[in-house]
Nanobody
Framework: QVQLVEFGGGLVQAGGSLRLSCTAS????????MGWFRQTPGKARELLAG?????????YLADSVKARFTISRDNAKNTMYLQMNSLKPEDTAVYYC??????????????????WGQGTQVTVSS
């Protein structure tokens, strides 16, 4: 089972940008579909983006972020990225990366996903 660690969260002003990274270890990264979720207090985790195992493979972006966020991966570096532009205060949340050998699992119950990172806080000030 792959272990995941997120990097890159922090405080940014509205309109700014951040790039989150998720680095994997303990497994064959290229076997795993990857994705990003976010969560605010009292709400369920929200799927933001997903990417299939192959570098340059298919991607998914939620409508709420489609025009502003980009998901990518570098299998040679065992790392997935989320480039976040034009950030808004409502993007404030804890951001989590997740991995699973089945890309389709991301679009069902997130509790079934195989691996999760510990989360990184993103705060967007107005």
């Amino acid at each position: 089972q792959v272990q995941l660690v997120e990097f890159g969260g922090g405080l940014v002003q509205a309109g700014g940008s951040l790039r989150l990274s998720c680095t994997a270890s303990g497994g064959t990264f290229s076997n795993y579909a990857m994705g990003w979720f976010r969560q605010t207090p009292g709400k369920a985790r929200e799927l933001l983006a997903g990417i299939s195992p192959m570098t340059g493979g298919s991607t998914y972006l939620a409508d709420s972020v489609k025009a502003r966020f980009t998901i990518s991966r570098d299998n040679a570096k065992n790392t997935m990225y989320l480039q976040m532009n034009s950030l808004k205060p409502e993007d404030t949340a804890v951001y989590y990366c997740a991995a699973d050998v089945n890309y389709g699992t991301f679009f069902g119950n997130p509790n079934f996903l195989r691996s999760w990172g510990q989360g990184t806080q993103v705060t967007v000030s107005s």
